[in-house]
């Protein structure tokens, strides 16, 4: 059978291209994503919000063509990529989806105030992946967060804060890893562990705990009071014994998940990348299905 040739249409002559890696492999890009790759003058990996292993980057290069990498400030002041685009296609390759759990919606509106066309071509991403491969309901999914590594001295508690109110309103919680100890997004990477994300979390279960406790005038709205409320009673919980599902390198080869607690984080070793669900209230079929996971 002769192989069949994907024809992009309208695919500009100029401008930027951003494209979905989806979520690790070669083979689980689009068709369109790789024919549009191949057919950039200039293609940019995007390599601090999510990584590839290196042995499929390698193929990839191989399928399209040569691949530099970039971090966040080529990213975040793309006067460079600009640059490229007014005279030549240049792709700028994205794990995952490029709008959506990394949003390059910024990066879009930018290239229009510079008069560049910029087009989507989407890829699967973990937030697409994650809830149906673990068996919690799409609809019953809050705002996911990202847990972040403890900078100097600072410790965010909005993570855990946003994992507190999704549970209050009976929602399940997706939470991303970070991938960057220093926050600079400049390099040397090092994707957060089952075991630092314990301890991320306990850094800001603490720093919330100690907060609220400062807090002894009456709330100055029902809503900050609500709030108040929420976050004491989630702290109220033995930390350690908190349900969540882990899981490591989704979408590929090596996908594995897990059920078990926070607590039981220190004792796994996780994957290359890795990231967290935070149940909810569970239906009769959730609980059935989060049984497959946990560990004999």
Known sequence: MAE?????????????????????TVAGMTVEALEAAKMASHRRYEAYTALWPESELALLEQEIG??????????????ELFV?????????????????????????????EHNIECRVFHGVSITTIVTGAVGLS?????????????????IATSPLEMIAVNKFRGLH???????????????????????????????????????LKQFTDPPESILIAVQE??????????????????????????????????????????????????PAWTSEVEDKALLRWKLE
């Not at 040569?66 to 006067?79: G, L, N, Y």
């Open 66 to 79: 040569e691949i530099q990498r970039v971090m966040r400030p080529e990213v975040e002041q793309p006067d």
């Open 84 to 112: 490229l685009a007014k005279t030549s296609l240049v792709a700028l390759l994205v794990v995952g989806d490029p709008l959506q759990a990394t949003t390059h919606v910024d990066l879009q509106l930018q290239a229009l």
């Open 173 to 211: 919680s997706l939470v991303l890893f970070d991938l960057d100890p220093t926050g600079q997004g400049t390099g040397d990477q090092r994707p957060m562990k089952p075991n630092d994300a314990k301890r991320s979390m306990e850094l800001m279960w603490s720093a919330l705990d100690e907060r």
């Open 138 to 154: 799409n609809y019953r999914f809050g705002r996911q967060t990202t847990l972040t590594y403890p900078y100097g001295d600072w």
């Open 229 to 278: 409320a929420t976050f004491k009673a989630f702290l109220l919980q033995d930390m350690d014994e908190l349900p969540v599902v882990l899981c490591s390198d989704m979408g590929t080869q090596d996908q594995k998940i897990i059920l078990t607690t926070l607590g039981g984080l220190e004792n796994l070793d996780g994957g290359r990348l890795n990231c967290l669900l935070v």
């Open 4 to 24: 069949k040739t994907v024809i992009l249409e309208n695919l500009p002559e100029t401008g930027l291209l951003l494209i979905g890696m989806g979520p690790g």
